[in-house]
């Protein structure tokens, strides 16, 4: 997961309240197996409207997304966050978040940002005065502005720090690999153990023995 710092970027007002995931990213999506390539997916039934927001020009590339409130609420799917971040964002801040939406977005590297409903407001004010401006957003300082309209906003300090240094579940694991490690070393041998992973091709797997059997070679 990359760290999170500095954001500039187009940011885009979505003037639209309780956003849930299904609208986000709809259920026929879930049935792809892989992490990445959700962008096309993204508020897929509203883009085809023509004068939906993300189909102007003058939007394109965003990188920093103003919500209404309740946004991401409903199922939980990391979907949501996967097709927002595929589809270029990386910051998305309103007033009201889904809690699931919040969490899911915190491991996988999107930074959600809470502010005041008026806030909200001003900012989509500005940004629709000169579309295709620029967002600036400091997580360091907790601070997004656009032009001259500039707020604090709210982020736990546990999902700040875990974005500032790029974090996932995985990575927050391997910082006690020594540990596990030397933990690991000290199991009785009649205890449950994960083997290293072998070659599927090798013999005694399923792979190997096929081969062997069907007289084909291991390269």
Do not use: C
Request: glycine fraction near 8%; proline fraction near 5%.
């Amino acid at each position: 997961m990359e760290k999170i710092n500095n954001i500039t970027g187009p940011a885009v007002p979505l003037r639209r309240s309780n956003v849930d995931t299904d609208q986000i990213i709809p259920a026929v999506f879930l049935k792809r197996v892989t992490k990445t390539g959700f962008d096309d997916a993204l508020f897929y039934h509203w883009r085809q409207d023509p004068d939906f927001i993300l189909n102007q020009p003058e939007y394109a590339n965003p990188k920093v997304l103003i919500a209404g409130p309740d946004f991401g609420t409903g199922s939980s799917r990391e979907h949501a966050v996967w097709a927002l971040r595929d589809f270029g964002f990386r910051a998305v801040f309103g007033s009201r978040f889904g809690e699931i939406f919040r969490g899911n977005s915190a491991k996988q590297g999107l930074l959600v940002g809470v502010l005041k409903e008026e806030e909200v407001e001003q900012l989509w004010n500005a940004i629709e005065a000169n579309p295709g401006t620029d967002a600036q957003v400091s997580l360091e300082n907790q601070t997004v502005s656009v032009g001259e309209v500039s707020f604090a906003f709210e982020i736990d300090e546990y999902t700040r720090w875990r974005l500032m240094e790029g974090l996932d579940d995985i990575a927050l694991t391997l910082r006690d690999e020594d540990a596990i490690t030397a933990f690991e070393k000290t199991r009785p041998s009649w205890m449950p153990k994960t083997l290293p992973a072998l070659d599927d091709t090798e013999p005694g797997t399923l792979a190997g023995d096929l081969i062997e059997l069907s007289g084909g070679t291991r390269e």
